[in-house]
């Protein structure tokens, strides 16, 4: 891999790659989620949201030192510890992919109709075409960091702008951040939201796209741990911005659509005006995650021959056709994403201690030493993500048996 990149360009790298996480990472799901869970919790979600933050740190900063370090994608440390595994998680990373990219598909194209009021195939078709051109660039690399700061800051200022316009009560929230209602009441909550924003795929979304920009060794370190740090922070601060959005509206007395809680937010924060906005925000939320998506659960499949290195933007254009065809033929089957989700929830355990492992094995980091600290808050992360999968696989029974 290429060392010998100049600090401007690794500024720059490293900006794309929290973007990518970042703007992943808020999807429609992210905006449906949190919606839904102020209403429900209002102040005292704030806790759930700390804690998710902190454990979301835990996970990102090991994993991205580790295969910047190493060089590796999360495929390749694992194959490199036992033989085989790094297939079955790129398996479980691909079916996942899809299944939060027809959603993502689902989102862009309701975007759409909000703004432009297309039928919601036309919307599909629209959203396969954008992102299937920005990776036919011939370098696509830079072109899509770009295209993730830009959605990443149109994200932040447009919720920003409608939580500063429904008056939250932010004093009560920092209270409840520390001091909720109820503790154990959060516990799902917290697991939704550490599985929607680094489970499956997007934990690797950064640490691929610093591998792929060489941007790797020891020597890169301490720029890898900010770089993680402020992908989890952008993810932050726009589910705090939404959060207190939705705070305010409903401590103001209003009731969120079911269907679709987030429009509600921006409808009663500023009127007709703010459902376009939420239009817009959710189409730039969908289509940047649709991009994210592709890009890292493809980046899995890298390693397994030369042909996916070579014609790697062809293989995205390929899994965004797939997804897309799937959202025009049969839509968003709920227990496809539901499975899905399970599935992360599994696999972030599995894979976090194939990094926590990985990070003590010469062979993969050479003469690295990984602090600590970062195994001991790891360790405790995997404990707190087999307990999301249980939930997790609980919820798979429930849906199969009907209960």
């Known amino acids: 891999m290429n060392h010998t990149i100049s600090d401007k360009d690794r500024r720059k790298f490293l900006t794309g790659a929290i973007f990518l996480m970042a703007t992943s990472a808020i999807g429609p799901a992210f905006l449906t989620q949190t919606a839904r869970f102020t209403e429900q919790f209002l102040a005292s979600f704030a806790f759930a949201i700390l804690i998710s933050l902190i454990i ?31 297939y ?3 398996g479980l990373i691909l079916f996942g992919g899809f299944a939060f990219n027809i959603a993502n598909i689902g989102g862009a194209a309701l975007g759409l109709n909000v703004l432009f009021d297309l039928p919601l195939t036309a919307g599909g078709v629209i959203t396969a075409v954008l992102t299937i051109g920005l990776f036919m660039f011939k370098r696509f690399g830079p072109v899509m960091d770009r295209v ?9 200022l447009m919720v920003g702008y409608v939580m500063f316009n429904s008056s939250p009560p932010v004093q009560e929230a920092a209270y409840r951040a520390i001091v909720p209602e109820g503790y154990m009441m959060l516990l799902l909550p917290i697991v ?24 790797t060794g020891k020597e890169n370190v301490k720029f890898v741990g900010r770089a993680a740090n402020l992908g989890i922070l952008t993810t932050g601060v726009m589910r705090v911005f939404l959060f207190l959005a939705v705070l305010g ?5 209003y009731s969120l659509d079911e269907n679709n809680p987030a429009a509600t937010v921006f409808q009663v924060g500023l009127g007709d005006v703010g459902y376009y906005l939420f239009g817009l925000v959710l189409f730039v939320a969908a289509i940047s995650s649709v991009i994210g998506c592709a890009y890292t659960s493809v980046s899995f499949l890298r390693s397994f021959h030369p042909i996916f290195a070579k ?51 010469k062979s993969i980091v050479g003469d690295y030493h990984h602090p600590t600290w970062l195994i001991v808050f790891g360790a405790l992360t995997v404990v707190v993500t087999l307990g999301a999968g249980y939930i997790a696989l609980e919820g798979i029974v429930n849906l199969w048996t009907g209960n």
């Open 249 to 253: 509206v409903v401590t103001a007395g």
């Open 88 to 90: 079955v998680i790129a």
């Open 56 to 86: 979301d740190i835990g996970v990102q900063m090991n994993i991205w030192r580790v295969i910047s370090v190493s060089g590796k994608r999360g495929q390749e440390i694992a194959n490199a510890l036992l033989p085989g595994l790094g």
């Open 192 to 215: 939704t939201i550490v599985g929607g924003t680094v489970g499956g795929y997007i934990s690797f979304a950064g640490g691929h796209r610093l591998v792929d920009a060489g941007i």
């Open 148 to 156: 993730m700061q830009v959605c990443g800051i149109i994200m932040l």
């Open 311 to 361: 014609q790697n933007n062809f293989f995205i254009a390929g899994f965004i056709i797939i997804s897309a065809l799937i959202f025009l033929t049969i839509g968003q089957p709920v227990q496809l994403l539901i499975l899905a989700g399970a599935l992360n929830g599994l696999i972030l355990p599995v894979v976090l201690t194939t990094i926590l492992i990985a990070s003590r094995k």
